[in-house]
């Protein structure tokens, strides 16, 4: 094995990021629309729902920076100290992807894997986030391979049964009388034109965490779409309940299966918004913990990096056998 393969391989985690506090919401939401500051009405809202939740925005940076910690741990468990070194990047907050790459530049990584705190692939979400990991990673001259879905894993399908079961028992309803609502992130509908796999790998994982827990009566939904104009993925959570009223379902386990952490489309969307949607309804409503930095999913993510690890391998075995 030549000095290189020994060398630490670059993890760079990547999520969406949040502001580290209330005054940076306006830097923040900026950034989202593309320089374009928001309206007062549209700062004034987003910052509202920061208020809402329980700590503000300080626990959401916090869940980010204990996911990268024990996923440090788990690779460091299973590949010995110091063969992946974890770094972060953000797409909307620093350190942004650029900024985590160029740390490993300095660092003198030579080789790194990008993984997104998303277990499911869209072009549109994680494809972004690995092009513009893979794009920085060229500037420095950093080999990259990117974890572009990971979202039937064993240990993530395990972990999430787990919390709809222990949801279910919370509430003391069974698995036939309450429905178990599975949810994700709503993305521009013109997706489906371009064949993304998005929403069927959502499906793939909400049919899989079904039949683990021995669930039958489940449904899917989408969550937060945003407010560009266009037409989004729908039914809408709210509009779902809706009509889970209508059918006189009593209980509704809400199981965010595209979202990993506690952030705001958990703690605002779910647990307050369609939360107080569903009680004007009728219906009890409640949702799974969140992963988080769970032991499972640590387990998931770190198979995954290991496993985009080896392709460098794969290229090394290629390049001797071909005498290059």
Known sequence: MSGSDQAPIGV?????????SLEGVEAYYTHIRRGHPPTEEQL?????????????VFPLRENTNRQVEALQRRLDELAGHGRYVCYQGLKHAAPFIEDGIEAMSRDGIERAVGIVLTPQYSSMSVGGYLKRAREAAEQHNIAFAGVEKYHLHPALIEALAERVTAGLDKAGVTADDGLVLFSAHSLPARI???????QDQLLETSKAVAEAAGISRWQFTWQSA???????LGPDILE???GLAKENVKFVLVTPV????????VLYDIDIEAKRHASELGLALDRIQMLNDDTKYMQALADSVIGAAYRFDEKAD???ASGV
């Open 318 to 320: 290629a390049a001797g």
């Open 226 to 232: 945003g407010q560009t104009g266009q037409p989004w």
């Open 12 to 20: 760079l985690v990547m999520s969406y990021g949040t502001p580290e």
């Open 240 to 242: 779902t309940l809706n």
């Open 44 to 56: 004034a809202d987003l910052t509202s729902r920061y208020r809402a939740i329980v700590g503000g």
């Open 258 to 265: 595209g979202f990993v952490s506690d952030h705001l489309e």
């Open 192 to 198: 489906l034109e371009m064949n993304d796999p998005y």
